[in-house]
Structures are given as structure tokens and as C-alpha cells.
T-cell receptor
């Protein structure tokens, strides 16, 4: 069965410093993996998606994620945090029937 | 850019009342979904819908819930007799064909009193 573990419930970084949000997944086959972002009082926006074309995936707003099969990880990174990045980030894996399985979310806090 | 829309943005209802949450998916999409997020908890899958029938549903999606695509544009979630524990944010999503990416609406916050 598919599952997703986001290793940090909260991550706090200073503006201009790198961001790392960690995600591990479990899947019995090669899934699609996603990162979604939810800004306060807003909906769920797709940041990026991994299929099998490339292990390093670039998304919107300068985010990228690297798929590492040997570590079953799909960590999200950004070289330099901006205040507007403050939001909750969800790592998501597809279930075999297009159902999405969600991680618990990581709240990203940006300090000025 | 096309997007999924949902109405209303916030619905307050009394326990035992019926509610209908409405969604307009992206026009060329074929797969439709409902998820919910109880405050402070994970996003949970409720149901997927394709070709005018339910393709998959979770344990949460019991007989109190139903979905319908009454015309070519709307996709609705009905809760027949709301309970306090139905209070949550409900997200509609659409996707496909030829992709498993799902695009989400802004959500409807349902408050059951």
C-alpha cells in the first residue's frame, strides 16, 4: 500500500536561506509523486510532479524536488526562501486508481 | 488558465440538514474527485468519478454521501444528514485524460452546528 511521511511538521528558515522539506514514500510500484502548496485560506496548488522522465523536477516559484529511489525520498528544496513562500506544503503519492495519498503537511515559516 | 471553481466558499448548516457542495471542473477533464480536510488533519480522499459513475470511494464515503454530475459542467457532493464531524474543508479536483495530475478548487468550508 502507498503511504507518505513528511518528516517535519514545521520548518522555520530565514528569508534568503535555503529551504528543505523532507518526504519519504512507500509504494509497491513506481508511483507519481507531487508536491502541493496551500497558502493560508487558499486552495491546493500544484507545485511540481515527478513521473519517471527525470529524477530532478523543477516546479513553480523556484522550487525543485529530487526523486531518490534508493532512499524512497522526494525532498523539496529552494535555494533562497522568500516571505511569500510561507505556507503549508504537502507531499502526495498516487494510489493505483488515481486516488491521491497525502502526507500530513509541513508548515514553512519564513523569518524576516 | 482554466481552473476548478467551487461554491459556496463557506457553508454553515445545522446538524441533520442536507447540504450540496458544488464544483465546476476544468472543461476537458474526465475524472472528478472529492477530498476533505478536517482542521489540523491530513487531506483525505472521499470519492472519484468517471464516465458518470463512482470509480472508487473511501470508507468515509458512506450512505450519507452521494455525488452527481447533473449536467455537462457541474459536479456535486451531497451530504444527506450532516453530523458535527462532517465539519471540514471539502476540495473538489479534476484531472485527465492521459494524466494522473489532479487540479484542485479553492475548497468549501463546511461548518455543522
Amino acid at each position: 500500500a502507498q503511504s507518505v511521511t513528511q518528516l517535519d511538521s514545521h520548518v522555520s528558515v530565514s528569508e534568503g536561506t535555503p529551504v528543505l522539506l523532507r518526504c519519504n514514500y512507500s509504494s509497491s510500484y513506481s508511483p507519481s509523486l507531487f508536491w502541493y502548496v496551500q497558502h493560508p485560506n487558499k486552495g491546493l496548488q500544484l507545485l511540481l510532479k515527478y513521473t519517471s522522465a527525470a529524477t530532478l523536477v523543477k516546479g513553480i516559484n523556484g522550487f525543485e524536488a529530487e526523486f531518490k529511489k534508493s532512499e524512497t525520498s522526494f525532498h523539496l528544496t529552494k535555494p533562497s526562501a522568500h516571505m511569500s513562500d510561507a505556507a503549508e506544503y504537502f507531499c502526495v503519492v498516487t494510489h493505483s486508481n488515481y486516488q491521491l495519498i497525502w502526507g500530513a503537511g509541513t508548515k514553512l515559516i519564513i523569518k524576516p | 488558465e482554466p481552473e476548478v471553481t467551487q461554491t459556496p466558499s463557506h457553508q454553515v448548516t445545522q446538524m441533520g440538514q442536507e447540504v450540496i457542495l458544488r464544483c465546476v471542473p476544468i472543461s476537458n477533464h474526465l475524472y472528478f474527485y472529492w477530498y476533505r480536510q478536517i482542521l489540523g488533519q491530513k487531506v483525505e480522499f472521499l470519492v472519484s468519478f468517471y464516465n458518470n459513475e463512482i470509480s472508487e470511494k473511501s470508507e468515509i464515503f458512506d450512505d450519507q454521501f452521494s455525488v452527481e454530475r447533473p449536467d455537462g459542467s457541474n459536479f456535486t457532493l451531497k451530504i444527506r444528514s450532516t453530523k458535527l464531524e462532517d465539519s471540514a474543508m471539502y476540495f473538489c479536483a479534476s484531472g485527465g485524460p492521459f494524466t494522473d495530475t489532479q487540479y484542485f478548487g479553492p475548497g468549501t468550508r463546511l461548518t455543522v452546528l
